[in-house]
């Protein structure tokens, strides 16, 4: 027999699980169906413990930097605390009771297994069939991609899922994508002693960011010792046992480990989503301003294709909980989304690249300021490499993008996710007082540049 309940939530990624709270807490029968882990990906393979990972490599970091500035340090990695604060501390063994306790406190009826749309306002889930009164909330997020390559399907290789819960650090390590995923991963192990080889398709690192990202990166790595090749075509992976060996058409690069961070896939036919009118083919769900996909759908997250970060999973959350509940309010707007790629220096971006303001055929002008020639930037010394760059529509006076990195890029970050949010005149951000001395006050050297351009 068919349960109704209001909505049916299907994925409990992070937007997911808060949304199915508010909507129990505002009196609706929800029902949420989460086929792996309640909380989704962030919690458990991504931000959480990878972060905690970026951490326990910053710390190695830092000690190799007191030789020189602060007496001596002999820095001898150890992975075991690492691995036993993710199992322990992050994941709780990778079991999300507790995730769940908190949401069927909420008044959620949590339903276990993978939800399938078998027509309007219906989700299968198993033998049990939901029915929605008012409508669907899609949060099923992303899976990692396996690129088509030759002789990869089967091979014991790993993705985001795997690596955070390595017990032990590979004496050798092939990252194939240099994307956010390959290049916070990358940096940790070889942090941690693997010899790291990067390979990546694209021209540069971080292609989606600054090119003065990339290259900032791309040094940086060199430093530490880590091998990058970029403009690289895998044409084969072999895995002999002990090994993966990918062929790049004249050389090989040998290793104990593959990582595969290659970006993201959403099963849209396994959701069923052709049974609301959707192309199951899509590789992401379009949505309006209040999150609507299609009538008594709303989508949320991942799957969106309008930035893959858990803040936009949750802020698109709360417009579509709003929207269901029949509440007026601003629509959806991406124009400064922030983003932050910790690697050391982290790089924190927001609106529109240089490129991408160009492509819109907006005037542009940029402004740019290297960190290690700010006062603080000279004091700080080891690790001191960055740099913050404006991005100005010139007619409107105003920053539609910019980025910084450095030592806490991301923190610097909300100066300017602010002035681009709150589309802050840069005549205002030029009066503002800039406190000496801080990695911010590059912002101020960076609109000067932006003057003198
Ligand atoms: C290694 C890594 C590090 C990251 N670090 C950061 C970071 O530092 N900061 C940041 O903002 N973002 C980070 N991200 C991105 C972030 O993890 C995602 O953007 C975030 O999890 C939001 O995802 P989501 O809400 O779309 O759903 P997800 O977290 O992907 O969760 C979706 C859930 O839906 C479930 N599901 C899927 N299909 C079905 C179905 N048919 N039925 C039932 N359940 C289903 C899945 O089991 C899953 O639990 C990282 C990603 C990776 C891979
Ligand atoms: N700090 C954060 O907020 C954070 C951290 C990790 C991930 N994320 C999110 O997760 C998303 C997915 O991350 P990702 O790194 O998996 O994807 P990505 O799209 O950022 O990077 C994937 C990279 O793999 C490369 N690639 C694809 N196929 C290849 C092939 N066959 N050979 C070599 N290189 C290949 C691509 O050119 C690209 O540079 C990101 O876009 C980001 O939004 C966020």
């Given at each position: 027999?068919?349960?109704d309940?209001?909505v049916?939530v299907?994925?409990?990624?992070?937007?997911?699980?808060d949304?199915?709270g508010r909507?129990a807490?505002?009196?609706l029968?929800?029902?949420g169906?989460?086929?792996?882990?309640?909380?989704?990906?962030c919690?458990?393979?991504?931000?959480?413990?990878?972060k905690?990972m970026?951490?326990?490599a910053?710390?190695l970091a830092?000690g190799?930097?007191?030789?020189g500035?602060?007496?001596?340090a002999?820095?001898?990695p150890d992975w075991?605390?690492?691995a036993?604060?993710?199992?322990?501390?992050?994941?709780d063994g990778?079991?999300?009771?507790?995730?769940?306790?908190r949401?069927t406190?909420?008044?959620?009826?949590?339903?276990r297994?993978?939800g399938?749309i078998?027509?309007?306002?219906?989700?299968?889930?198993?033998d049990?069939?939901?029915?929605?009164?008012?409508g669907?909330l899609i949060?099923?997020?992303?899976?990692p991609?396996?690129?088509?390559?030759?002789?990869?399907d089967?091979?014991p290789?790993?993705?985001?899922?795997?690596?955070?819960?390595?017990?032990?650090?590979?004496?050798?390590?092939?990252?194939?994508?240099?994307?956010v995923v390959?290049?916070?991963?990358?940096?940790v192990?070889?942090r941690?002693?693997?010899d790291?080889?990067?390979v990546e398709?694209?021209?540069?690192?971080?292609?989606q960011?600054?090119?003065?990202?990339s290259?900032?990166?791309?040094?940086?790595?060199?430093?530490?010792?880590l091998l990058v090749r970029t403009g690289a075509?895998?044409?084969?992976v072999?895995h002999?046992g002990?090994?993966?060996?990918?062929?790049?058409?004249?050389?090989r690069?040998?290793?104990?480990?593959l990582?595969?961070?290659?970006?993201r896939?959403?099963d849209?036919?396994?959701?069923?989503?052709?049974?609301v009118?959707?192309?199951?083919d899509?590789?992401?769900?379009?949505v309006?301003?209040n999150m609507?996909?299609?009538d008594?759908?709303w989508a949320?997250g991942?799957?969106?294709?309008?930035?893959?970060?858990t803040?936009?999973?949750?802020?698109q959350?709360?417009?579509a909980?709003?929207d269901i509940?029949?509440?007026e309010?601003?629509?959806?707007?991406?124009?400064a989304v922030p983003?932050?790629?910790f690697?050391?220096?982290?790089?924190?971006?927001v609106g529109?690249?240089e490129?991408?303001?160009?492509?819109?055929?907006?005037p542009?002008r940029?402004?740019?300021?290297?960190l290690?020639?700010?006062?603080r930037?000279?004091i700080?010394?080891?690790?001191?490499?960055g740099?913050?760059?404006l991005v100005?529509?010139?007619?409107?006076?105003?920053?539609v993008?910019a980025t910084?990195?450095?030592?806490?890029g991301?923190?610097?970050?909300?100066a300017?996710?602010v002035?681009?949010?709150a589309e802050?005149?840069?005549g205002?951000?030029?009066?503002?007082i800039?406190a000496?001395?801080?990695f911010?006050?590059?912002?101020e050297?960076?609109?000067?540049?932006?003057?003198?351009?």
């Amino acid at each position: 027999m068919a349960e109704d309940v209001d909505v049916v939530v299907i994925g409990l990624g992070p937007g997911g699980e808060d949304a199915a709270g508010r909507l129990a807490e505002a009196g609706l029968s929800v029902a949420g169906v989460e086929a792996r882990l309640v909380g989704g990906e962030c919690p458990y393979y991504a931000c959480v413990p990878t972060k905690m990972m970026v951490r326990a490599a910053g710390l190695l970091a830092e000690g190799r930097r007191v030789p020189g500035m602060a007496g001596d340090a002999t820095v001898r990695p150890d992975w075991s605390p690492v691995a036993g604060r993710i199992r322990d501390e992050a994941t709780d063994g990778w079991n999300d009771q507790a995730a769940a306790d908190r949401l069927t406190a909420k008044g959620v009826r949590l339903v276990r297994g993978r939800g399938r749309i078998t027509a309007p306002g219906e989700v299968t889930v198993g033998d049990r069939t939901l029915r929605a009164r008012r409508g669907i909330l899609i949060d099923i997020g992303t899976e990692p991609a396996a690129p088509p390559i030759d002789g990869l399907d089967g091979t014991p290789y790993w993705t985001n899922r795997e690596a955070v819960r390595a017990e032990r650090v590979p004496g050798s390590l092939l990252v194939l994508g240099g994307g956010v995923v390959g290049a916070e991963t990358a940096q940790v192990f070889a942090r941690f002693g693997a010899d790291v080889t990067i390979v990546e398709v694209a021209d540069r690192l971080l292609a989606q960011d600054e090119p003065e990202s990339s290259e900032l990166i791309a040094e940086v790595f060199r430093k530490e010792g880590l091998l990058v090749r970029t403009g690289a075509t895998v044409t084969g992976v072999r895995h002999d046992g002990d090994s993966f060996t990918l062929d790049l058409g004249g050389e090989r690069l040998t290793a104990e480990r593959l990582l595969v961070a290659a970006g993201r896939r959403s099963d849209l036919r396994g959701l069923g989503v052709a049974a609301v009118g959707l192309d199951e083919d899509a590789r992401t769900i379009p949505v309006d301003g209040n999150m609507r996909a299609a009538d008594g759908v709303w989508a949320i997250g991942d799957v969106t294709g309008k930035g893959q970060f858990t803040h936009v999973s949750m802020y698109q959350g709360r417009i579509a909980v709003r929207d269901i509940l029949g509440e007026e309010g601003s629509p959806a707007a991406y124009r400064a989304v922030p983003r932050v790629t910790f690697t050391d220096p982290e790089i924190g971006a927001v609106g529109l690249t240089e490129a991408q303001a160009r492509d819109q055929n907006l005037p542009v002008r940029t402004g740019f300021a290297r960190l290690e020639e700010t006062a603080r930037g000279w004091i700080h010394k080891a690790g001191n490499e960055g740099f913050v760059k404006l991005v100005e529509d010139t007619e409107w006076g105003v920053l539609v993008g910019a980025t910084a990195a450095g030592p806490s890029g991301g923190e610097v970050l909300g100066a300017l996710s602010v002035a681009v949010h709150a589309e802050v005149p840069t005549g205002a951000l030029r009066e503002m007082i800039y406190a000496y001395p801080t990695f911010h006050r590059a912002i101020e050297a960076a609109l000067a540049d932006l003057d003198g351009a």
